[in-house]
Structures are given as structure tokens and as C-alpha cells.
């Protein structure tokens, strides 16, 4: 059963003509969710505002003021712990290289030495296997399915710069 127009005039107390109000009507007789909503809006619309009692807003201030402080303190000792527990770690898993290099120079500089060279022959592998491959993997496909492969990188290459400019542009005029 669609209910979507009868809730819209039952919730947002829209006035309604005598063709509408008696489609209501009928409505309600036979649907027991929109009976139900239109009950509840109507005790909703019946109650009477209360004031509140005297000194509510300052008592209400002051409540907020303790819990932001309570809430920032807690984020101060979340964050030292944090800290603490991090440099705890940190120096933990640290300390026995720097003993190692406190302790004896020519290890470590020879150990920066040839993690130097396997970085520096790595890239050297690298480049030669990326070469190699470029040279090859041309023949492999047709200059039909290069083109598609090409297309559809270049499809969602736009499809990226226009959603980061969609989300990173700043809105221009006056904002309500």
C-alpha cells in the first residue's frame, strides 16, 4: 500500500482541499499505520508547552561547561597515554640498535653502506626488467585492445580530476 502521500499531509500539517481531505479520510479507515500517525499527531498537537523551571538555562550552562572540561580532560590523558605508551614501544624495539650503533661506528656505517648499494641495485634490476617489458609487452596485445585499455584509463583519469575538483571547489555567493 502507498502511504507516501498520505504521511506527507499528515506530517508536515498541510492544509488540504475537500478532494484531498476526503481521500484522507478514506485513507485512515482502512490503514492502520497512518490511523496510528495521525493519532500521535494529534496528542502531539494537543499538549501544552511547559516552561521550563526557573533557572534551567544556567543550570544547563553550567552542566555543559563541566562536561567539556570533563571531556577535554579526558582527551588529555588519552593523549598522554597515547604518547607514552608509543615512545614506550618505540624505544623498545629501538634499543638494540642503538646499542649497536653507539657502540661500534664501522658496523653501522658499513651497514648504511650496503643497504645503499641493495637500494641502488634494485632500482638498477628494476629499470632493466621495466625496460625489457616495454619492449615486449606491445606484441602481446592488438592495437584494438590498446586503445580501449588506453581509453578506459583515460575515462577514469577525468572521472578522478572531476570528482576531486567537484569536492575540493569552494561554493562561491552568499550562503544561507
Not at 499528515?10 to 484522507?24: I, S, T, W
Not at 653507539?102 to 625496460?131: E, G, K, N
Request: charged share 15%.
Amino acid at each position: 500500500m502507498n502511504h507516501r502521500p498520505f504521511e506527507e499531509w499528515l506530517l508536515n500539517d498541510k492544509n488540504l482541499n475537500p478532494a484531498e481531505k476526503r481521500e484522507l479520510d478514506l485513507h485512515l479507515r482502512t490503514c492502520v499505520h497512518c490511523t496510528a500517525l495521525s493519532a500521535t499527531g494529534l496528542a502531539l498537537r494537543s499538549t501544552s508547552v511547559v516552561a521550563p523551571a526557573a533557572g534551567f538555562t544556567v543550570r544547563f550552562q553550567q552542566r555543559l561547561a563541566a562536561q567539556k572540561i570533563a571531556e577535554r580532560r579526558r582527551r588529555l590523558w588519552g593523549a598522554l597515554i597515547l604518547i607514552v605508551g608509543g615512545l614506550g614501544l618505540l624505544s623498545w624495539f629501538a634499543a638494540p640498535y642503538m646499542i649497536a650503533f653507539l657502540s661500534s661506528p664501522v658496523q653501522w656505517i658499513t651497514a648504511a653502506i650496503s643497504y645503499f648499494l641493495f637500494v641502488l641495485t634494485s632500482v638498477q634490476a628494476l629499470t632493466q626488467v621495466m625496460t625489457v617489458l616495454a619492449r615486449i609487452l606491445p606484441d602481446f596485445f592488438s592495437p584494438y585492445i590498446w586503445m580501449v585499455l588506453i581509453s578506459a584509463l583515460a575515462g577514469f583519469g577525468l572521472l578522478w580530476t572531476i570528482s576531486i575538483w567537484r569536492f575540493s571547489r569552494t561554493p562561491q555567493g552568499v550562503s544561507a
